[in-house]
């Protein structure tokens, strides 16, 4: 093999050029980006989990948890990793572009849906006492969900970016790259929800 | 006051420019305050009418600013640092001259906690951070044989947030005052409660979008060395300065999301009340500490790897010897990597941890000396029977070899917990960091500018004057820090802006003059640049190879063109270069000429650079609409950006044949040149090949 024995290297390029066009090199890169995500969210978990008894006497997660509604996040969640899944699939089978766009708008929903469900959550938190200020715990909480929030939020616009691209240009290889790149990251927040949902939620319950 | 207690221009009033303070209460320390703000002024004024001047505002744009290359990007990285190094620097005089001139100095406390606390935050994320990024910039993709970094413009996104954190920093200095809480900026003491001013929040957004900078950078070198080799270059024959890239890479990959968070929270804490980091209510400022130096350790290593990178080539080339222990120093190189998440404990000994956790982080953190001391015997070894030049990198290089190794001892004094409890926040730790960081990182980075100088920009820098900046700023160094060990050992404390104990004096007055050499060091350096800049006719070294040099980025033309390699190398030894030479196949042309495509000039970075730097300014100042309206922007700019879709351009290979003859023809033409005249007019760039 030319003495080219590791496994990453794809050797001599002769296409020149555009490297970072290079499907192989730009998923892998978004791996990578998303390692130095998981570090991020997994600094605000470890922050988390070190504050679970500061409560300084405001309200706890026994308190504060609505299990019934965090179960219908997680199912909303859960299913919309399985569409974006179909999604893919039909990308790659070719599918009309009018059965994948189908897909990726169901997962939208799914997404919208979770927010709405997460952010009445808050709301409700709210009422009983429970915003950020009140305590460190609170704080923790609220630095942590949302966080994940926030990035549902992001690859919801990201989502709506790909529709407009796709009614635009249509399938070229470069929007396949990107929608790639959007189902790997909305993966990703599945997985960090159930790290939410077992840490956060489940376990703040039990050590709360 | 409530966030929302403030009005269009937010917090900002008229009492907020610098020289208000100058008019209605004079003191020296308002007047060195207002300088400082008007040479910022007049500077940017002077930058500006310079460029009209000189009509360059086209190139500036079309060659520069809108660039993807990696060479150009990275060359606009060091720039940026030079500039922030001069404050840096100026900052640490005004310092020195406060404490010798203690106890009656000039400045007020407040004033001179604001000077350490932008002196090290510029120091460490605005000058060590891009000086090394940039260099890396410059040459690690020349080393693997690539065409461009994996992601050409995030990399210009990089630099965009990097470069705006540093301008907000410059405007600190002209509205407002900066944080007084050092470069870690601790809280509580940084919290509203104690701070409630504009300064920490200078600080958590200059850290912020810089540190975000940083990280994708480090996805991109990461990626780039891992997949973008050229052929045949396994693993262990990348150039050792791509494999300490790559472990900081990793480094800025791991490292950084911990300060962002850290920041971020300390943000949190600042502006909506969170709890975090507060005295009361549950906060716990121990969670700072830990995420801090969670980053702060590694970050050391992170500057201080690529620079034994630098100082490996330049050992090997101007010793004329391959690189002693290669593998060995590919294995240190790694395990302080590792290393060096293990050990950010000794940042707080004293703290109150039990001595079981501080036994085994002070054992962690001597473990470190142990992969580093292989690593200066590998660099004497390559000196071992060499030929050795003594040109200015080459100094650089020696002078850090004797002194990193007395700075790594005191940190190995440090790192046993007892010792630390006597001397930590005493100036014995200011000359350890220092003892590291200028010999290790701000040596490494200037021996490498004065090694790939000429890569960069085709000519060669002006040696004697080099060599004067070099040594010094090794004697300027050691005046001014090795007095410190000294003061510390008596007790006095960092960070003091004055004492009353006049034993301290003589030590403060010694570490005064010092500075003073380092400012000289300072200016030689510029002098440098200027003649090198009006000489650099006779200095051209077009065929590409000045110093003999070992590794792709020689075998090319300089400056490298845009799509550095006429044809992508295949690599069959770690010194390719040198192999090819000896081997008489360097300098051959292309089997066959193709189309290169690369990425054209994208307007994105630089109109990142501009919105974030407003939104970091409405931020610190309350201005929420601002706020709002440069965030939409950003979110705008970007997803239009998405919508390019001719991001690329082709270089025809008629081009590329015609350019590589017309080198090629100018090779056979130039008569190769002797080491003993490298630094000649004679020298045109051809090295002769002697062993
Ligand atoms: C030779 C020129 C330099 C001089 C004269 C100088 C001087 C100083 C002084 C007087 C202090 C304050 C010490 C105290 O508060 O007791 C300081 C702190 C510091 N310096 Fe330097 N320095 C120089 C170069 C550097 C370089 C090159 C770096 C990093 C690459 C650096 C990083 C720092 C840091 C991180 C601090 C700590 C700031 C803090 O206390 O929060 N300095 N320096
Ligand atoms: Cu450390």
Redesign the interface.
Known sequence: M?????A??????ES???????P??VI??FW??M???L??FG??FA?YI??IG???G?PGPRELFDFGSLFAQTMLLLTSSLTVGIATITMKHQRSQGSFLFWVVVTLLFGLGFLTLELLDFSEMAAKGGI?????????F??LVPLHGLHVSFGC?WML?MIA?VL??GM?D?VKL?FLRLALFWHFLDLIWIGIFSVVYFGGWVYG | MNITDYGWLGKLSWDSIVFSDLISNFSVSAAVGSTAGAIVIFATIATLALLTWFKVWGTLWSEWLTSTDHKKIGIMYIVFALVMMTRGLLEGMVMRAQQAAAPDGFLYADHFAQLFSTHGTIMIFFVAVPFVVGLVNLVMPLQIG???V????LNQISLAVTVAAGMLLMVSLVVGEFSTGGWSAYPPYTGGDFNPGVGPDYWIWAIVFSGAGT?LT???F??TI??????????F?MPIFCWTVLCSSILM??A???L??AAL?LG??RY?????F?N?????MM?YAN?FW?FGHPEVYLLVLPAYGIFSEVFSTYSAKRLYGYKSLVFATMSIAVLSFTVWLHHFFTMGQSPTINIVFGIATMLIAVPTGVKVYDWMATMYRGRIRFTTPMIYAIGFLILFVIGGLSGVILANPTVDFQVHNTLFLVAHFHNVLIPGVLFGVLAGYNYWFPKAFGFRLDERLGKWSAYLWIVGFMLTFFPLYGAGLLGMPRRSFSYMDLTFKPYMVVAFIGAMVVLCALISLVLQLLVSLRDRQKNRVPVGDPWDGRSLEWSIPAPAPS?NFA??P?V?DRDEFTEAKEQGRAYQPPKVY??????KNNPLGFLLCVLSGILMFALVWYMWWLALLTTLAI?IVV?AS??R?DS?Q?IPASKVQQDTEKWLALVNKTEPVGRDLENTPQNNGYAKLEH
């Open positions: 030319d003495g080219n024995s590791s990453l290297n794809k050797g001599l390029r020149p050029g555009a490297i970072h066009k290079d192989d090199m892998f890169g990578v980006f390692m130095s995500d570090i991020f600094v605000v922050i070190t504050m500061a409560t300084a405001g950020p200020q009140r305590s460190g715990y609170l704080s923790a609220f630095g616009l970016v691209q635009t240009v070229t470069l990107r | 690539a065409r461009d994996a992601f050409p413009v990280t480090g996805i991109n990461t990626v891992l997949k973008c080799r050229a052929a045949g270059m396994n693993f024959r990959i791991f950084m999301p911990p962002s968070v929270m949190f804490d909506l009340d969170f709890h975090f507060t009361d209510l549950g906060g716990n969670n995420l969670l799509y044809e992508l295949r069959t193709r189309d290169i495509e690369i990425p979110i997803i998405t919508f879709w690329e082709i």
